[in-house]
């Protein structure tokens, strides 16, 4: 349960990550003009008018190390995950840089994936959220179910990204939750990384906000989406099917739930579902009339809620079921509504168009 001591140290890893992140932000804006790295509106997906600086996830990864090292336990599991996320955020620099193909981003995705998963950092037992006396072993398939949770994490957060400060507020909002779930089930050094991620894109979200001065881009989104997915899976959580995956889907439920969406809708227009479009949540608010600012509030707000739904669901009580239950019903009938009122707006604008 709460201990004043994880408490405090927690609380020093967030303030030593969020004024790196703040810090750094600048220094990181500069160097990406020097490479390159400039997201230059060219499709009406992008929100942005004006050429933005990008690989501003690079100051959110210092941030984080720096505190990590200082305040964390650099163990095993967290020597391999440290290294992966390295991968990524190379991989990231590199897109961010010259926009790899799909495919190659995939690889290295994968890459990173296999560096915790080959130090043990994987889900071998599933348990059933109802009845904690049951389990199902996975064997062999421990290897390939986590390294696809990963990278479809990894993914999920990145495909959001597509609004000023709206990946790296579910993030956020994604941290603190983990961070609560973790001292509830006596988990400290989760606690602490979870602290020191949330503290992290504090320090960068207000170079981020509309109007954004940069964008995390791949090197922050991906960054986040690894940090989340491998943490849920790691020291007591690895053992917790509802900790593992059933938690983690519900409070990062927002990017995966337009995430699914985006796969079969670009499958049924024939399309490969790497290809980008403007069809996600974020997109059909703004088609509906909303300003972005507007648009990552009410993001930000189903957030919380399916956050909350998700401590809920790691305590005890009867009532616990039903709670997470409206409150993921209640977050999918306003993604259903958005999703139905964008359409309507883009059918509207095709027909003022004829």
């Known amino acids: 349960m709460f201990n004043d001591s994880v408490v405090l140290t927690s609380a020093l890893a967030f303030a030593a990550a969020l004024l790196i992140a703040f810090a750094l932000t600048p220094v990181v804006k500069s160097f990406a003009y020097r490479i390159g790295a400039v997201d230059v509106p060219k499709d009406n997906r992008r929100m942005h008018k004006t050429p933005i600086p990008r690989v501003g996830g690079l100051a959110i990864f210092l941030g984080f190390l720096v505190s990590v090292l200082v305040f964390g336990r650099i163990d095993a599991d967290m020597k391999s995950i440290l290294l992966g996320s390295m991968v990524i955020v190379l991989l990231g620099i590199v897109d961010d840089v010259v926009a790899l193909k799909p495919g190659t981003k995939f690889i290295g995705q994968f890459v990173a994936a296999f560096i915790p998963v080959m130090a043990n950092v994987r889900v071998s037992v599933l348990t059933n959220p109802f009845n904690t006396d049951s389990y199902f072993r996975l064997g062999w398939l421990s290897v390939p179910i986590t390294v696809l949770w990963i990278v479809g994490m990894t993914n999920a957060v990145n495909f959001i990204d597509g609004l000023d400060g709206l990946a790296c507020g579910v993030s956020s909002i994604a941290s603190l939750t983990v961070f609560t779930i973790a001292l509830l089930v006596s988990e400290p050094y989760i606690a602490i990384v979870m602290a020191a991620l949330a503290g992290a894109c504090f320090g960068f979200l207000p170079y981020n906000l509309n109007p954004a001065q940069i964008f995390m881009g791949d090197t922050g989104s991906m960054f986040l ?23 983690p889907f519900i409070i990062l439920g927002l990017p995966i739930f337009d995430t699914g969406f985006a796969i079969v809708r670009r499958l049924l227009k024939g399309q490969s579902p790497l290809q980008a479009d403007r069809g996600h949540i974020h997109h059909r608010l703004v088609d509906m009339g909303f300003d ?18 998700a401590v809920i669901f790691t305590t005890s009580g009867e009532m616990k079921i039903a709670i997470v ?3 993921v019903l209640i977050s999918l009938f306003l993604a259903m509504n958005i999703r139905i009122g964008g359409r309507k707006q883009q059918n509207n604008s095709e027909k003022d168009e004829k």
């Open 325 to 327: 239950a409206v409150a």
């Open 292 to 309: 972005q600012k507007q648009s990552v509030a009410i993001l930000y707000a189903v957030s919380v809620l399916l956050g909350m739904a």
């Open 225 to 247: 989406g690894y940090i989340l997915a491998t943490m849920s899976i790691t020291g007591l959580f690895k053992l917790y099917a509802i900790i593992s995956f059933i938690v």
